[in-house]
């Protein structure tokens, strides 16, 4: 999809430095994949929060199976 953008010149030097992008595209890919990574870990992360992990074992335990 081509899109066409108006971005601060010193926010794209700044991403195009962090994420070591040779162009302006490759950049925004990084930016964007990124952004979404941590938006789906933050979505994760209230999920956990609401229905906590509960554990059938200590971890004593578990060593002590995997032992076995």
Known sequence: ???TAIIDENVIKDAMKYSK???ITET???ALNEY???QK???LNELVKKNPIDFE???EEIRNLNRQ
């Open 41 to 43: 870990l933050k979505d």
């Open 28 to 30: 925004l890919k990084v």
């Open 21 to 23: 992008a040779s162009t």
């Open 36 to 38: 979404i990574r941590i």
């Open 57 to 59: 074992y200590t971890a």
């Open 1 to 3: 999809m081509k899109v």
